[in-house]
């Protein structure tokens, strides 16, 4: 059977949840007083989306083969990411055999590099790399899990990231990773008020459940270094995305400074095998941290990984569903994932990038056998009630 061509590319845009899970209504723990980089400004503390936060938006990238076969997927570029799409990205996709996936992703990202090379035109690549996994997964008849390898366990177990790892813990998730509220412009009091909030969920959770800090960029080394040694005090388990994304020094003294035990975390903000090389052999962290997104799609992740393994790092990717629990389960050196906890208070589990996206699996007691996992493609179908927005058309 000859392999299908790739016949044509679409970009649509929506709003409101979906890929960009920012893009909450009011009332939502996500944006309620979270510690940011613009927390130095009293005005931009209370929300993030005060500052912009969810104004990109969701991507939706489709790419249809010459069997009639479509593949798509989801990721944080909104229109920017739709333009990169539809008027430059298509040429590399459209008469290509849809297993040309390693040839594609190097012609994007160096017909990208001079205004790209991060950010949102690496959002835009793994959007269309996600995509290619999908659609050739699909036309094998398989799960991308199995175009990887398959599974190396049996199941998958998470950790929880949302405002509330007491609950978390009921629901039989291994930990909890709570949003750091407070940032170095609020001073001692802010500070205090840190350690107040861990040590009020440790007396909740008991000894044995891990807590963890995601501090989102927001802090610099003194006071991170500072906040390490007294959450200390309360078994904090990791110090995630202390600082900037750029300081690859500060993380490497970071790492130095803290509490013997205390792993620290970061990459969820990084890009490509070169970003993620600085990091591992500049000893910033334990633990890194890519959005399967964000940083060059499944291609890149799979570069990424290998780096990772040869410097006994663990790869725990960054929120994203389905498009990280396919290579999760794949690999030795990913030991357990994160579910974003995306109810509002959150009290229950909800699918992380619903309503876009149906049969997205969820975490049940905390696990998710693989055979959740066995749909062709990433097994999840686009919600038909959702109205996409196309705002280009290639050629």
Same mark, same amino acid.
């Given at each position: 059977m000859s392999m299908p061509t790739i016949k044509a590319v679409r970009a649509f845009t929506v709003r409101g949840g979906g890929a960009d899970y920012h893009d909450q209504a009011g009332g939502h723990w996500i944006d309620d007083h979270i510690g940011t980089p613009m927390g130095k400004y009293p005005e931009y503390r209370q929300s993030?989306?005060?500052?912009?936060?969810?104004?990109? !938006?969701?991507?939706?990238?489709?790419?249809?083969?010459?069997?009639?076969?479509?593949g798509f997927a989801v990721t944080t570029a909104g229109e920017i990411g739709a333009f990169i799409v539809e008027k430059h990205l298509s040429r590399f996709l459209i008469g290509r055999q849809?297993?040309?996936?390693?040839?594609?992703?190097?012609?994007?990202?160096?017909?990208?590099?001079?205004?790209?090379?991060?950010?949102?035109?690496?959002?835009?690549?793994?959007?269309?790399?996600? @995509?290619?996994?999908?659609?050739?997964?699909?036309?094998?008849?398989?799960?991308?899990?199995?175009?990887?390898?398959?599974?190396?366990?049996?199941?998958?177990?998470?950790?929880?990231? !949302?405002?509330?790892?007491?609950?978390?813990?009921?629901?039989?998730?291994?930990?909890?990773?709570?949003?750091?509220?407070?940032?170095? @412009?609020? !001073?001692?009091?802010?500070?205090?008020?840190?350690?107040?909030?861990? @040590?009020?969920?440790r007396s909740r959770c008991g000894d044995d459940f891990w807590l963890m800090y995601d501090c989102w960029m927001s802090?610099?080394?003194?006071?991170?270094?500072?906040? @390490?040694?007294?959450?200390?005090?309360? !078994?904090?388990?990791?110090?995630?995305?202390?600082?900037?994304?750029?300081?690859?020094?500060g993380y490497a003294e970071l790492r130095k400074n803290v509490p013997k035990g205390m792993l620290v975390t970061t990459g969820e903000h990084e890009a490509t095998r070169w970003g993620f090389k600085l990091l591992l052999e500049m000893g910033c962290c334990d633990i890194i941290q890519p959005d399967v997104g964000w940083c060059g799609g499944v291609t890149e992740l799979i570069k990424i990984s290998a780096l990772a393994d040869a410097h006994s790092a663990l790869v725990v990717p960054h929120g994203s569903s389905v498009y990280s629990y396919h290579f999760v389960i794949t690999r030795q050196n990913s030991p357990f994932a994160e579910f974003l906890m995306m109810h509002p208070v959150p009290d229950q589990v909800v699918p992380m990038f619903t309503p876009l996206l149906l049969d997205e699996p969820v975490p049940v007691n905390g696990r998710m056998k693989a055979s959740a996992l066995d749909k062709p493609g990433f097994g999840v179908r686009l919600n038909p009630e959702i109205k996409l927005h196309r705002p280009y058309i290639n050629g």
């Amino acid at each position: 059977m000859s392999m299908p061509t790739i016949k044509a590319v679409r970009a649509f845009t929506v709003r409101g949840g979906g890929a960009d899970y920012h893009d909450q209504a009011g009332g939502h723990w996500i944006d309620d007083h979270i510690g940011t980089p613009m927390g130095k400004y009293p005005e931009y503390r209370q929300s993030r989306q005060s500052f912009g936060i969810n104004v990109l !938006g969701t991507l939706v990238v489709e790419i249809e083969a010459s069997d009639g076969t479509v593949g798509f997927a989801v990721t944080t570029a909104g229109e920017i990411g739709a333009f990169i799409v539809e008027k430059h990205l298509s040429r590399f996709l459209i008469g290509r055999q849809v297993t040309e996936i390693e040839k594609i992703w190097d012609q994007m990202y160096f017909a990208t590099q001079y205004y790209g090379r991060k950010g949102v035109v690496l959002n835009t690549i793994s959007g269309v790399d996600l @995509a290619l996994w999908d659609l050739l997964a699909k036309v094998r008849k398989e799960p991308v899990h199995a175009l990887l390898g398959g599974p190396v366990r049996d199941e998958l177990q998470f950790y929880a990231t !949302g405002a509330r790892p007491d609950l978390a813990k009921q629901m039989g998730f291994i930990g909890g990773k709570l949003p750091l509220h407070h940032v170095p @412009a609020e !001073g001692e009091e802010g500070l205090k008020k840190n350690i107040e909030l861990l @040590a009020e969920m440790r007396s909740r959770c008991g000894d044995d459940f891990w807590l963890m800090y995601d501090c989102w960029m927001s802090l610099d080394l003194n006071y991170a270094t500072k906040l @390490a040694h007294k959450a200390h005090e309360y !078994g904090l388990k990791w110090i995630e995305e202390a600082l900037s994304p750029d300081d690859y020094w500060g993380y490497a003294e970071l790492r130095k400074n803290v509490p013997k035990g205390m792993l620290v975390t970061t990459g969820e903000h990084e890009a490509t095998r070169w970003g993620f090389k600085l990091l591992l052999e500049m000893g910033c962290c334990d633990i890194i941290q890519p959005d399967v997104g964000w940083c060059g799609g499944v291609t890149e992740l799979i570069k990424i990984s290998a780096l990772a393994d040869a410097h006994s790092a663990l790869v725990v990717p960054h929120g994203s569903s389905v498009y990280s629990y396919h290579f999760v389960i794949t690999r030795q050196n990913s030991p357990f994932a994160e579910f974003l906890m995306m109810h509002p208070v959150p009290d229950q589990v909800v699918p992380m990038f619903t309503p876009l996206l149906l049969d997205e699996p969820v975490p049940v007691n905390g696990r998710m056998k693989a055979s959740a996992l066995d749909k062709p493609g990433f097994g999840v179908r686009l919600n038909p009630e959702i109205k996409l927005h196309r705002p280009y058309i290639n050629g």
